[in-house]
């Protein structure tokens, strides 16, 4: 019977299942879906929606039509896709998305403005002194990443009052935000921001960006805010930059192993926050509907929706 397979190896999708069931049954009811590691005949398989498979899992469906993310990033199943290199791989396009990923940002952004993380510290010590305090005007963000939800981002941060910059890969123009492009002009962005938030995708250029040279590179007593990929922070130089007072916190959602293993000695750093992948998420009615869709697509010969370049990574 063909068959979509919902997988992962770091997060229990058992209510995910329930709505793929659900909504399969009202519009597909000849496909069944199934929840791993309760795996059908390999042969069966069709289409495979995850995140972080489990491994050896996608190599073994010969069948395979469709590789989907349940998110809008794909890194976590690019390396398991590679063993079907002409099966389309897509990912979750959530307009919801972009208001989430504003909401965290600007607590953390809050949290560094307002100096809560000076308060916190005080806290333990029991000591009562009010932080110095800034009008928003006066606090520079850095945006690294100006696609939709940097974009996005940066509107909400300019209407808060907040001085804004960004720097992508490619030219952008947005209204009263400093713009910067390309390896060149990376080190220029990075001097000015009190806190930079990266939002890049990840890429073979991205990946291990966050290390020594950008936070040498970011000004004295900056903090960064990371939720783009786990891969692209050298935790080590992170851990180093902190150490030797160079930057002031990190505020951290994303890690290059998830879960965080218990050892990891940023769970315990008094200037570290970290938050398990929560910044934002696709909504499970719009994760359904369009992975549904694309198994609809593929089976008809039509392109599939929100496709992604395997070699861009997005």
């Not at 209204?175 to 995708?201: E, K």
């Not at 851990?239 to 916190?249: C, D, S, V």
Request: glycine fraction near 8%.
């Amino acid at each position: 019977m063909p068959t979509l397979l919902i997988c992962s190896a770091t997060d229990d999708l058992s209510d995910l299942h329930a709505v793929f069931r659900e909504e399969a049954a009202r519009r597909m009811p000849e496909l069944q879906v199934r929840l791993w590691p309760d795996l059908p005949d390999p042969d069966d398989v069709e289409a495979v929606a995850g995140w972080y498979p489990p491994a050896g899992v996608i190599e073994r469906l010969p069948n395979l039509r469709l590789i989907s993310s349940i998110a809008a990033g794909v890194d976590h199943v690019l390396g398991a896709a590679r063993a079907h290199p002409l099966v389309p791989v897509c990912r979750i396009v959530d307009p919801a998305l972009a208001a989430g990923m504003a909401e965290y940002v600007l607590w953390a952004v809050l949290y560094y403005h307002r100096a809560l993380d000076q308060a916190l510290q005080q806290q333990v010590q029991r000591v009562w002194k009010i932080p110095p305090q800034k009008p928003a005007h006066q606090a520079h963000v850095g945006l690294m990443g100006l696609g939709a939800l940097g974009s996005h981002l940066a509107g909400v941060l300019r209407g808060q009052g907040f001085t804004v910059s960004g720097w992508s890969r490619s030219v952008h123009h947005i209204d009263g935000v400093s713009t910067y492009a390309g390896d060149d002009a990376l080190h220029a962005f990075l001097q000015a921001p009190d806190i930079v938030v990266c939002l890049l995708p990840l890429t073979d250029a991205t990946r291990k960006l966050l290390g020594r040279d950008v936070f040498a590179a970011m000004k004295p007593g900056a903090a960064l805010v990371h939720c783009g990929r786990g891969e692209h922070l050298v935790e080590e130089d992170l851990l180093m930059a902190l150490e030797r007072q160079h930057l002031r916190g990190a505020v951290l959602d994303v890690f290059a192993q998830e879960p965080l293993p218990a050892s990891n000695a940023l769970w315990s750093h008094p200037r570290v926050v970290v938050t398990p992948h929560m910044a934002s998420s696709a909504q499970p009615e719009v994760i359904v509907g369009q992975i549904l869709d694309n198994v609809q697509r593929v089976r008809s010969g039509q392109p599939v929706l929100n496709g992604v370049d395997r070699g861009l990574g997005y």
